[in-house]
């Protein structure tokens, strides 16, 4: 399976070094174990910005950079111990982190107060992402205190504290050759998901079903969980945009929507397609779809050096009305009603986002007042959607139809990469993929 380098995680940790500047320490908490019930925890996930620059799945361990040490890179982490590694698991041990992990120096968690308050001693700037873990800020808040306290004993405070995450979100939006190919990977096994999926879709299966096809397929690919909560959505249930219950019987002439991405080795895939559950578009249902999956690829032309989320969504918007508008769904001008958002009512979500180690991932939209512009490495989605509840004051026919198209592209040179073009999302597509299914 590919794998990102111990020498990757290194070398990032030193360009962060490199941006820091003199005599500045970094100090980055890895997640800790959360309580799911009475002694039972939830599934660890290691912290994004902890494990992009460490590559280390343990809790509780701690990352701290010296930009003007002779050992820059110290890791903070849980000790060997047999009765702990008898329940609940095998653990590195300082001693192996530091060579395997390719660290500096490294200690053991048992030393951590008095190794952080070394290490923070006469350093000017400490970067620090506040916030994050409460009970670790007031650790840190509490050293920092000691060392303001005691001049007298040699101690020193830093004069500055910055975000860490104004250097490092902005490493984590370009995303490397390893990263790109494990997202890839990830997408491609998604993309799989959906597919399967759509084939065991029919009618009185349920939306919990098909999320067990998707989370199946996932797990048995390497990837064990889902990135975020699946979402699969028939009828009206498609335009309750975060719906997780998942629990109705799939009707025949409804559509099912399914938003779901899994995540391999910490990178997530995010993909949503939508298909009727009987194997056939209705004619509103393909109207409807048409202006969407219309609306994606205008946006796709914007997916490019230069282009940008805005450009990208006032290319979909404008297909979305003009759509909207042919069908009857939206009155007036065509001009006045892009000008006036009036495509909100039925398109209320943005057109996409950064993806990464977190599916709604780390790096500024903005530079400045200006909206920043597309750059090659970069890996977002375009997902435009309409949705027409129920109640909607709309023709009847187009009425509890919700439609979502996400794709995941990563940004080229001269324009982008679909990652998840694996999976159908042309009418004839999706109907000819649900009939062999059938058949
Ligand atoms: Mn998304």
Same mark, same amino acid.
């Given at each position: 399976?590919?794998?990102?380098?111990?020498?990757?995680?290194?070398?990032?940790?030193?360009?962060?070094?490199?941006?820091m500047g003199d005599?500045?320490?970094?100090?980055?908490?890895?997640?800790?174990?959360?309580?799911?019930?009475?002694?039972?925890?939830?599934?660890?996930?290691?912290?994004?910005?902890?494990?992009?620059?460490?590559?280390?799945?343990?809790?509780?361990?701690?990352?701290?950079?010296?930009?003007?040490?002779?050992?820059?890179?110290?890791?903070?982490?849980?000790?060997?111990?047999?009765?702990?590694?008898?329940?609940?698991?095998?653990?590195?041990?300082?001693?192996?982190?530091?060579?395997?992990?390719?660290f500096d120096a #490294?200690?053991?968690?048992? /030393? +951590?107060? @008095?190794?952080? *308050?070394? %290490?923070?001693?006469?350093?000017?700037? $400490?970067?620090?992402?506040q916030g994050t873990?409460?009970?670790?800020?007031?650790?840190?808040?509490?050293?920092?205190?000691?060392?303001?306290?005691?001049?007298?004993?040699?101690?020193?405070?830093?004069?500055?504290?910055?975000?860490?995450?104004?250097?490092?979100?902005?490493?984590?939006?370009?995303?490397?050759?390893?990263?790109?190919?494990?997202?890839?990977?990830?997408?491609?096994?998604?993309?799989?998901?959906?597919?399967?999926?759509?084939?065991?879709?029919?009618?009185?299966?349920?939306?919990?079903?098909?999320?067990?096809?998707?989370?199946?397929?996932?797990?048995?690919?390497?990837?064990?969980?889902?990135?975020?909560?699946?979402?699969?959505?028939?009828?009206?249930?498609?335009?309750?945009?975060?719906? #997780?219950?998942?629990?109705? /019987? +799939?009707? @025949?002439?409804? *559509?099912? %929507?399914?938003?779901?991405?899994?995540? $391999?080795?910490?990178?997530?895939?995010?993909?949503?397609?939508?298909?009727?559950?009987?194997?056939?578009?209705?004619?509103?249902?393909?109207?409807?779809?048409?202006?969407?999956?219309?609306?994606?690829?205008?946006?796709?032309?914007?997916?490019?050096?230069?282009?940008?989320?805005?450009?990208?969504?006032?290319?979909?918007?404008?297909?979305?009305?003009?759509?909207?508008?042919?069908?009857?769904?939206?009155?007036?001008?065509?001009?006045?009603?892009?000008?006036?958002?009036?495509?909100?009512?039925?398109?209320?979500?943005?057109?996409?986002?950064?993806?990464?180690?977190?599916?709604?991932?780390?790096?500024?939209?903005?530079?400045?007042?200006?909206?920043?512009?597309?750059?090659?490495?970069?890996?977002?989605?375009?997902?435009?959607?309409?949705?027409?509840?129920?109640?909607?004051?709309?023709?009847?026919?187009?009425?509890?139809?919700?439609?979502?198209?996400?794709?995941?592209?990563?940004?080229?040179?001269?324009?982008?990469?679909?990652?998840?073009?694996?999976?159908?999302?042309?009418?004839?597509?999706?109907?000819?993929?649900?009939?062999?299914?059938?058949?």
């Amino acid at each position: 399976m590919l794998s990102i380098a111990k020498s990757e995680f290194k070398a990032r940790r030193e360009r962060l070094l490199a941006m820091m500047g003199d005599n500045s320490i970094a100090i980055i908490p890895a997640a800790n174990e959360v309580t799911r019930s009475r002694d039972t925890e939830y599934a660890f996930r290691q912290d994004s910005d902890f494990y992009y620059l460490t590559g280390f799945n343990e809790p509780d361990a701690i990352l701290v950079l010296c930009s003007s040490s002779v050992t820059p890179s110290t890791l903070i982490c849980r000790d060997k111990d047999k009765q702990a590694e008898i329940w609940h698991g095998r653990r590195i041990g300082f001693e192996k982190a530091k060579t395997d992990y390719l660290f500096d120096a #490294t200690y053991a968690l048992s /030393e +951590l107060d @008095d190794t952080l *308050l070394t %290490l923070l001693n006469t350093q000017q700037t $400490l970067f620090y992402a506040q916030g994050t873990y409460p009970a670790f800020d007031s650790k840190v808040w509490g050293l920092l205190n000691t060392l303001r306290c005691a001049p007298k004993s040699g101690y020193q405070a830093p004069h500055t504290i910055k975000d860490i995450r104004a250097l490092l979100h902005e490493m984590r939006l370009f995303k490397s050759d390893a990263e790109i190919n494990i997202m890839r990977q990830a997408c491609e096994v998604s993309a799989q998901g959906h597919i399967r999926a759509m084939q065991f879709a029919k009618l009185g299966a349920t939306e919990y079903q098909l999320e067990a096809e998707l989370h199946h397929h996932y797990a048995i690919n390497g990837a064990r969980f889902p990135a975020y909560s699946s979402i699969v959505g028939s009828g009206d249930n498609a335009n309750i945009l975060h719906y #997780t219950q998942n629990d109705a /019987e +799939l009707a @025949d002439g409804d *559509l099912v %929507l399914i938003d779901s991405g899994c995540e $391999l080795q910490g990178y997530a895939a995010d993909i949503t397609r939508t298909f009727p559950v009987n194997g056939t578009f209705s004619e509103p249902q393909a109207a409807l779809y048409s202006i969407v999956l219309a609306a994606q690829h205008a946006a796709f032309n914007e997916v490019k050096p230069g282009g940008s989320f805005s450009k990208a969504n006032a290319a979909a918007s404008k297909v979305l009305t003009q759509g909207l508008l042919e069908l009857g769904l939206l009155q007036g001008e065509l001009e006045q009603l892009i000008a006036s958002q009036a495509y909100k009512v039925f398109y209320m979500h943005g057109i996409g986002h950064w993806l990464g180690l977190d599916v709604h991932d780390v790096g500024d939209y903005k530079c400045g007042e200006k909206e920043r512009c597309f750059e090659p490495r970069m890996v977002l989605t375009i997902e435009p959607g309409l949705y027409i509840n129920h109640d909607a004051n709309v023709p009847k026919q187009f009425r509890g139809i919700g439609i979502r198209i996400e794709d995941n592209l990563v940004v080229t040179k001269h324009g982008h990469e679909n990652l998840t073009v694996g999976v159908p999302k042309a009418i004839n597509d999706i109907e000819a993929l649900m009939r062999a299914s059938k058949s």
